[in-house]
């Protein structure tokens, strides 16, 4: 199931980095628990490798709040993930991983280097460091496995509306919490949740929702009924609304959705079918990396009964994405 990974990986995590500035001051310890994972802890320095890459030139102490919150949460799911691989590859796996942790260290040595100076140079610790490795090797490996042609050619027929062209003509009903706490937001979500409610029962939705999105929506579209004319794809609209627009049947309301701008309603007018198939793609690199996403939230779910318990509350993703 699982193929030997390149070492092109170790020469790229040796590599990564460079100009990270050290001795970067810290918010929290490197040994400061974040969370744990069926009684497994994720530390801090977990955190920092990847805000170390993301952004690299930007001391991590300066970095917002709500970034790191999200990146705890991938954090959490990526573990969930790891426990879910481990299963599934047994020993094999677990010789693989041995295998590419053996081979970093000897190539850090040659080097000149250490693991801990690897870490350091991440604003990291070597524990932190090797879980990073862990999970890279044994991801890796599953996607060479995973991501073929027969089942990419699969998800495709499944997922076939994002992307062969399909058009569809929306509106939205905009509203922005008047802070990014979870107690505003919340109230939003409910004021919208009850709204949706009201317009799904009209006699007339498409009607209701315009003369609802003229009183309510805070969005510039609120004049003309809240229409936001044609879209296709995930550009058009935040990704997880334009997901959720492919689910609506037509002359439905969704629920209330969350994005990084505030809580939106879309209502669904009418949709244009395409007509691409798989062997007309010129550019799979999308298919490729839903297909991979959906790989990894699959993996997450096998792992639903698994404890996830948060020990820094300032870090705690918000209710909807834990």
Request: proline share 3%; glycine share 6%.
């Amino acid at each position: 199931m699982f193929r030997a990974c390149s070492r092109v990986l170790i020469l790229i995590l040796l590599c990564i980095h460079v100009g990270i500035t050290e001795g970067v001051a810290e918010e929290f310890a490197l040994d400061d628990i974040i969370a744990s994972v069926d009684g497994n802890p994720v530390y801090i320095g977990e955190l920092n490798l990847i805000l170390a890459e993301r952004f690299r030139n930007q001391p991590l102490n300066s970095i917002n709040v709500d970034l790191k919150r999200a990146t705890c949460h991938l954090l959490a799911q990526r573990r969930l993930a790891l426990r879910a691989l481990r299963k599934a590859g047994g020993e094999p796996l677990a010789q693989m991983v041995q295998n590419e942790v053996d081979a970093f260290v000897a190539e850090a040595k040659r080097r000149g280097s250490t693991l801990q100076d690897q870490a350091a140079a991440r604003s990291s610790d070597a524990a932190s460091l090797l879980v990073d490795l862990s999970w890279r090797v044994a991801w890796g490996a599953y996607l060479k496995s995973k991501l073929t042609d027969e089942n990419l050619r699969r998800y495709f027929e499944k997922n076939a509306a994002a992307y062969n062209g399909t058009k569809y003509r929306v509106s939205q009903i905009f509203i922005r919490p008047a802070s990014t706490s979870e107690v505003d937001i919340v109230a939003s979500v409910k004021s919208l949740s009850a709204l949706a409610s009201e317009i799904q029962t009209a006699d007339d939705r498409e009607v209701a929702f315009a003369d609802a999105a003229l009183q309510y929506s805070e969005s510039s579209t609120a004049q003309t009924g809240g229409q936001l004319g044609w879209v296709e794809s995930d550009g058009d609209l935040p990704v997880g609304l334009m997901r959720e627009v492919r689910k609506l049947p037509v002359g439905s309301v969704s629920r209330p959705l969350r994005s990084p701008l505030g809580v939106h309603l879309i209502f669904l007018h009418e949709l244009e079918k395409g007509k691409l198939n798989f062997d007309e793609l010129t550019d799979i690199s999308l298919l490729r990396r839903d297909a991979a996403n959906a790989m990894f939230e699959a993996l997450v779910e096998s792992e639903s009964e698994t404890e996830v318990v948060w020990h820094l509350d300032v870090l705690k993703p918000p209710k909807d994405r834990q």
